[in-house]
Antibody, heavy 120, light 110 residues
Framework: EVQLVESGGGLVKPGGSLRLSCAAS????????MNWVRQAPGKGLEWVGR??????????DYAAPVKGRFTISRDDSTNTLYLQMNSLKTEDTAVYYC???????????WGQGTTVTVSS | QSALTQPASVSGFPGQSITISCTGT?????????VSWYQQHPGKAPKFMIY???NRPSGVSNRFSGSKSGNTASLTISGLQAEDDADYYC??????????FGTGTKVTVL
């Protein structure tokens, strides 16, 4: 069974940093593009960023609101996806989901999400 | 990248069909066949329902179907059932090599 489990969420002050993790199982992680998607309280889904496979260059792309502050990385040896979030703002408060793209340009499987609250 | 436009709400009675629209531009919906749809029940993670405009993943009911015309994609739910009461989001690949979600539609089964 394909499974994604996020962790690392919590309460952080504006300007602070946080690193989220996503443990993947049930599929060949190093063959999958991976994404982070977030959802602010009471709001819709917002794509955060994506990392390609090392075979496809391992490159990353980010949504404009997080570019330069967030960094996505992956450890194929432990099947783990990461989201390093720096210079956090109150508007980054959201549930953060990791998703896998088993097919191209889609989000097949979602984790249960981890909550990040940015508040003083 | 602006969010794709969806109606805020759509409703229908059990057994009826409803359609949710998702309008973008030629740089996203109109330019690619990479439109997907997601269903989200309150407090739950989204569920993958449609990919590449009109394809259903294994396990998704054939009551759900997708289509596209120009810059607008659509999701149709036929034979509406109580469990279809949820939020629905479209998503498209874009010419900037990023993804954009729709604004979301609340489907209410009356």
């Amino acid at each position: 069974e394909v499974q994604l489990v996020e962790s690392g969420g919590g309460l952080v002050k504006p300007g602070g940093s946080l690193r989220l993790s996503c443990a993947a199982s049930g599929f060949t992680f190093n063959n999958a593009w991976m994404n982070w998607v977030r959802q602010a309280p009471g709001k819709g889904l917002e794509w955060v960023g994506r990392i390609k496979t090392k075979t496809d260059g391992g490159t990353t792309d980010y949504a404009a609101p997080v570019k330069g502050r967030f960094t996505i990385s992956r450890d194929d040896s432990t099947n783990t996806l990461y989201l390093q979030m720096n210079s956090l703002k109150t508007e980054d408060t959201a549930v953060y989901y990791c998703t896998t793209a088993l097919g191209i340009h889609r989000m097949d499987v979602w984790g249960q999400g981890t909550t990040v609250t940015v508040s003083s | 990248q602006s969010a794709l436009t969806q109606p805020a709400s759509v409703s229908g009675f059990p057994g009826q069909s409803i359609t949710i629209s998702c309008t973008g531009t030629s740089s996203d919906v109109g330019g690619y066949s990479y439109v997907s749809w997601y269903q989200q029940h309150p407090g739950k993670a989204p569920k993958f329902m449609i990919y590449d405009v009109s394809n259903r993943p294994s396990g998704v009911s054939n009551r759900f179907s997708g289509s596209k015309s120009g810059n607008t994609a659509s999701l149709t739910i036929s034979g509406l059932q109580a469990e279809d009461d949820a939020d629905y989001y479209c998503m498209s690949y874009t010419s900037s090599s990023v993804y954009v979600f729709g604004t979301g539609t609340k489907v209410t089964v009356l």
